[in-house]
């Protein structure tokens, strides 16, 4: 039987993998080597009907499970950035899928990574527990690498993601409207809506009021603020708060990307299979996984608008995909 740990894991792009990895593994003729330790509060798929248990998320409750349970498993992947409790006999394959916990021994005197910083203590005290860690990117081996957790050899890029999604049924790109830019991402703070908000105030002064499109819920109020602020002064920016991403990439013209930090950056690969042109922070996290048809410095609000500027007036390349989905090889691992 193969464990597959998913405790912890239970909204946002997370959830969104580990439903696209059960999914998968449904449809293999394995299907029934598996069993799933989940989160209470994730959203099972309704296919999942047995060879499952959910326990609270808490750590005690995981060390319970594994105490009682450490000689049923022949192989374990722990799909929440963490690993097992306990040091097992068997291979143990651990998903690390969030670089900002990579980044909390770096900020560990900033108060906003103090939860970060302790989650990343728990995962350096249990690395020795896991064989492997499995990332997405190269920026995220450099990660651990950087950090001592593992060498190069114990980290396996595979990347996966839903790549059905977005492919066909999008508008031809020179049919879109020419001014509308999206940027489909909650409020936290690495995904930069101050500096993009000062880029379109820097545009409006010059005389530009391209079309923006947001998704900003309750915890942004500041962002929300500031966008009424800038509408009211002839800005055109409309927060969806929540929308299908493809009602928009399927039907604008580019997606502007100004986050500082991304452990994958899936939204590039979800633009450009809509037929999108990508305009992006120039960090490795972007290059990565596509090749953008253009870059600015995200901390840079001229460099944004002159972007933004260059979009508008000429034609741009078009973005292409770097990376590709090998959700195959790593079931695939896990069975052999």
Same mark, same amino acid.
């Given at each position: 039987?193969?464990l597959?740990d998913?405790?912890?894991i ?9 439903q ?8 293999r003729?394995e ?5 799933f330790?989940?989160d209470p ?5 309704a296919a999942?009907n047995?060879?499952?248990? +959910?326990i ?6 995981r ?10 498993y022949?192989?374990?992947? !722990?799909?929440a950035? #963490?690993?097992p409790?306990?040091k097992?006999k068997?291979p ?20 906003k990574y103090?939860?970060?910083y ?9 690395n020795?527990?896991t ?6 990117t190269?920026h995220m081996?450099?990660e651990?690498?950087?950090?001592g957790?593992k060498?190069?050899?114990? !980290?396996?890029?595979i ?5 059905r ?10 049919e ?7 940027f ?6 690495q995904?930069?809506?101050?500096t993009?908000?000062d ?5 409006l002064?010059k ?7 947001l #998704?900003?819920d309750?915890t ?10 800038l509408?009211a002064r002839?800005a055109?920016?409309?927060n969806h708060?929540y ?8 039907t604008?013209?580019?997606?502007i990307?100004?986050? +500082? ?7 590039l690969?979800?633009a450009?299979?809509s037929g ?6 120039n ?5 990565? +996984? @596509?090749?953008?048809?253009? @870059? ?6 001229v460099s ?8 508008? #007036? ?10 590709r989905?090998e959700v195959d090889?790593l @079931?695939?691992l896990? +069975?052999?």
């Open positions: 039987m193969i597959i998913a405790l912890y239970n909204k946002g792009g997370g959830a969104v993998l580990l696209y990895l059960i999914e998968k593994i449904l449809e003729p299907k029934d080597d598996f069993f330790l989940l509060r994730f959203d099972k798929p999942l047995k060879n499952f248990i +959910v609270p998320n808490k750590m005690a409750d060390i319970r499970f594994y105490k009682l349970r450490r000689n049923d022949s192989k374990v992947f !722990c799909f950035n #963490t690993p409790p306990l097992l068997v143990v394959y651990t998903y690390s899928h969030n670089q900002k916990l990579l980044e909390a021994p770096k900020q560990k005197f900033n108060s103090l939860k970060l302790a989650k990343y203590l728990v995962i350096k005290l249990f020795k527990n064989d492997y860690y499995i990332v997405q190269p081996v450099q651990l690498t950087g950090l957790l060498d190069t050899a114990h !980290c396996l890029q990347p996966f993601y839903d790549d999604k977005y492919i066909g049924g999008h508008k031809p790109f020179n879109r409207v020419k001014d509308e830019f999206v489909i991402s909650n409020p936290s703070p995904k930069n809506h101050t993009l908000f880029a379109w105030e820097y545009l002064e005389g530009f009021t391209p079309k923006l499109h #998704t900003i309750a942004g109020p500041q962002y929300i603020a500031r966008m009424n602020e509408n002839g055109r920016i409309v708060v929308v299908d991403p493809r009602e928009l990439y399927f604008c013209p580019f997606l990307f100004p986050s +500082v930090m991304e452990s994958f950056g899936l939204p690969i979800e450009v299979d999108m042109k990508v305009i992006a922070s960090m490795d996290y972007v290059h990565d +996984v @596509v090749v953008p048809s253009l @870059v600015f410095a995200p901390m840079d609000k944004i608008a002159v972007s933004v500027i260059k979009a508008l #007036t000429s034609e741009l390349p078009e973005s292409k995909i770097k990376t989905n090889r @079931v695939s896990l +069975v052999s």
